[in-house]
């Protein structure tokens, strides 16, 4: 019998975003908690999450700190996601998010430091794990900033310890980390963004940003990225079609609830569509995704707003 693909995600910069809605905000003033949550967070742990719920089969592999591993463990079973957690002798930070009530509109967003007593051999147990797991036609997503404390070749490692085991990589890495793995192996997909992408060979700031897209998008297919994609924020994702640079965008009006998290809900809806064997709905997967987590949609109700919106997609030519 046949295994489905997997989408398995890494994140070696966890924690936990707690959401706390108030009346307002207002500097040096006095609000209302009015509600509070707080889920086990990280871009690939984001991305994990939105996957499951756009079913795909998805697991969570994550550092995270020794004294948490237990209850960020107990989160994730609670939410259905498999996980891998590698333990770090130090807390896992928080980060905060206000939200205000009525308008559902994000205040303010902050984040806490990244785990700075994780060590090589730390990473090393979670990439002897991933790769004791990984299956042909799985999808692992490599998602977000490194603690500082690493070296900027860890990411290039997991891609090295991954080549030739028939799975599809995707990054989601930015500035050194980016060109590290980009350089270890052939990815399937990488994401920077508009501005992610000068820190890409020949991909210059004195350019319009159109142009300076379809060069990274060239730059990027010219590592041996399969489906190479810069995003665009609100003006969508550039990407190549039939060879051709274009970009696609979602004309829905709408709310702008949650701006943060976007991205992450944008790869999940890439990997899930690779994951599926529908590399050709990957970006529109991604945009309806993305779409949806703006708005503020969490399990419920994606799947119709998902099935609404990737049709209307629109797709014109770059470059």
Same mark, same amino acid.
């Given at each position: 019998?046949?295994?489905?693909?997997?989408?398995?995600? #890494?994140?070696?910069?966890?924690?936990?975003?707690?959401?706390?809605?108030?009346?307002?905000?207002?500097?040096?003033? #006095?609000?209302?908690?009015?509600?509070?949550?707080?889920?086990?967070?990280?871009?690939?742990?984001?991305?994990?999450?939105?996957?499951?719920?756009?079913?795909?089969?998805?697991?969570?592999?994550?550092?995270?700190?020794?004294?948490?591993?237990?209850?960020?463990?107990?989160?994730?079973?609670?939410?259905?996601?498999? $996980?891998?957690? #590698?333990?770090?002798?130090?807390?896992?930070?928080?980060?905060?998010?206000?939200?205000?009530?009525?308008?559902?509109?994000?205040?303010? $967003?902050?984040?806490?430091?990244?785990?700075?007593?994780?060590?090589?051999?730390?990473?090393?147990?979670?990439?002897?794990?991933?790769?004791?797991?990984?299956?042909?036609?799985?999808?692992?997503?490599?998602?977000?900033?490194?603690?500082? #404390?690493?070296?900027?070749?860890?990411?290039?490692?997991?891609?090295?310890?991954?080549?030739?085991?028939?799975?599809?990589?995707?990054?989601?890495?930015?500035?050194?980390?980016?060109?590290?793995?980009?350089?270890?192996?052939?990815?399937?997909?990488?994401?920077?963004?508009?501005?992610?992408?000068?820190?890409?060979?020949?991909?210059?700031?004195?350019?319009?940003?159109?142009?300076?897209?379809?060069?990274?998008?060239?730059?990027?297919?010219?590592?041996?990225?399969?489906?190479?994609?810069?995003?665009?924020?609100? $003006?969508?994702?550039?990407?190549?079609?039939?060879?051709?640079?274009?970009?696609?965008?979602?004309?829905?009006?709408?709310?702008?609830?949650?701006?943060?998290?976007?991205?992450?809900?944008?790869?999940?809806?890439?990997?899930?569509?690779?994951?599926?064997?529908?590399?050709?709905?990957?970006?529109?997967?991604?945009?309806?995704?993305?779409?949806?987590?703006?708005?503020?949609?969490?399990?419920?109700?994606?799947?119709?707003?998902?099935?609404?919106?990737?049709?209307?997609?629109?797709?014109?030519?770059?470059?």
């Amino acid at each position: 019998m046949t295994s489905v693909p997997v989408v398995r995600t #890494v994140t070696l910069s966890p924690g936990y975003d707690d959401h706390f809605i108030v009346t307002g905000v207002e500097w040096g003033g #006095v609000g209302t908690v009015v509600d509070y949550h707080s889920v086990p967070a990280g871009k690939g742990v984001n991305l994990a999450r939105t996957a499951s719920w756009l079913g795909a089969s998805a697991w969570a592999y994550a550092l995270v700190g020794e004294p948490d591993a237990a209850d960020f463990g107990a989160r994730l079973d609670a939410e259905g996601i498999p $996980h891998a957690l #590698v333990a770090v002798p130090e807390h896992t930070r928080h980060n905060l998010t206000l939200t205000i009530a009525g308008t559902g509109q994000t205040a303010a $967003h902050t984040v806490g430091r990244r785990l700075r007593r994780v060590t090589p051999e730390h990473v090393a147990a979670l990439r002897e794990r991933l790769v004791a797991d990984v299956r042909p036609g799985d999808v692992v997503t490599l998602n977000g900033a490194l603690p500082d #404390v690493l070296p900027t070749d860890t990411w290039a490692g997991f891609v090295r310890a991954l080549d030739g085991r028939g799975v599809r990589i995707l990054l989601d890495l930015h500035d050194e980390p980016l060109l590290a793995a980009l350089g270890a192996g052939r990815a399937y997909a990488a994401k920077p963004n508009e501005e992610e992408v000068l820190v890409l060979p020949g991909v210059t700031a004195d350019v319009d940003p159109r142009r300076r897209a379809v060069a990274a998008l060239r730059v990027l297919a010219g590592y041996g990225v399969v489906m190479p994609l810069v995003t665009l924020g609100a $003006h969508g994702v550039a990407h190549l079609r039939d060879g051709r640079a274009v970009v696609s965008s979602v004309p829905v009006g709408g709310p702008v609830i949650k701006v943060v998290g976007a991205g992450d809900a944008f790869l999940a809806g890439v990997a899930a569509a690779v994951a599926a064997g529908r590399d050709d709905d990957a970006v529109a997967l991604g945009l309806a995704a993305a779409t949806a987590h703006v708005r503020g949609l969490g399990r419920e109700g994606l799947d119709a707003f998902v099935r609404e919106v990737m049709p209307r997609v629109m797709t014109t030519t770059l470059g």
